[in-house]
């Protein structure tokens, strides 16, 4: 049933040139041997969010890096973003979404309700003191506070081209030395423009696609703040 799904998941790229691909490496590679006990919050169907392969791999990055600051670029319900606080317990977590009004307007709401975006983490007293909550634009937000200071970004917004290109750029300035980048919807169905902005992407960065997933990681070079094992750019063989 594993191999069936991980099948599922990667059929969609069978018929795409090689050369559009980033490599992949499997999650133990970039594990080693560190295996920490992980909890995932409750599936609660929308699959709009991250599917729950892709929360057990983010899990296990997030609680092997332990990192004490994060950014999520791109909140909706906050089922991930609950997740990221849940699997490093002494973190912070900073989420970024459109104003609710601005989801309204583009479709990804109903009907106007300020409590939709975060409404998975709120009243949560494990999670929600940890999880602090920004309203913006991304192309917009003013991420100068965090440049150089973030041990993990998860990005996971807009999944047009050069939305992609642009929060790119704007985690590569948050993330600090040895810290981690990750996209979700690395996928040519779920997520084609994040296939291109990452394929122009990888000619400057090193990026990698977790085999069996759509996730594509980042590991930015220098010393690392944080606790995890995951290896460096160094030590990446392609």
């Given amino acids: 049933m594993v191999t069936a799904a991980i099948d599922d998941r990667t059929r969609p790229f069978l ?59 791109g909140t909706y319900r906050g089922r991930t973003t609950t997740l990221l606080a849940s699997c490093s317990p002494r973190s912070v977590v900073h989420t970024l979404d459109l104003a609710p009004e601005q989801m309204l307007e583009g479709g990804c709401f109903r009907e106007l309700d300020e409590t939709l975006i975060g409404t998975r983490f709120r009243g949560d007293p494990q999670t929600t003191p940890r999880i602090v ?5 991304s192309r917009e937000f003013d991420y100068r506070p965090f440049h150089g200071k973030v041990d993990f970004v998860f990005v996971d917004a807009s999944h047009a081209y050069e939305a992609v290109l642009n929060d790119s750029a704007a985690a590569l300035r948050m993330v600090r030395a040895g810290g981690a980048i990750m996209w979700d919807d690395y996928h040519p169905v779920h997520g084609p423009g994040v296939m291109q902005a990452l394929s122009k992407l990888s000619a400057t960065t090193p990026l990698v696609w977790i085999r069996g997933t759509r996730l594509a990681f980042y590991r930015a070079p220098g010393p690392s703040a944080v606790s995890g094992r995951l290896q460096p750019d160094s030590a990446v063989a392609y």
């Fill in 133 to 137: 909550q920004h309203f913006g634009d």
């Fill in 15 to 73: 018929d795409l040139p090689p050369a559009t691909l980033l490599p992949q490496r499997d999650l133990a590679d970039l594990l080693g041997d560190s295996h920490r006990p992980i909890g995932l919050p409750e599936t609660n169907g929308d699959d709009a969010e991250l599917p729950d392969r892709e929360m057990r791999t983010v899990a296990r990055v997030v609680a092997t890096l332990s990192p004490s600051t994060m950014f999520e670029i």
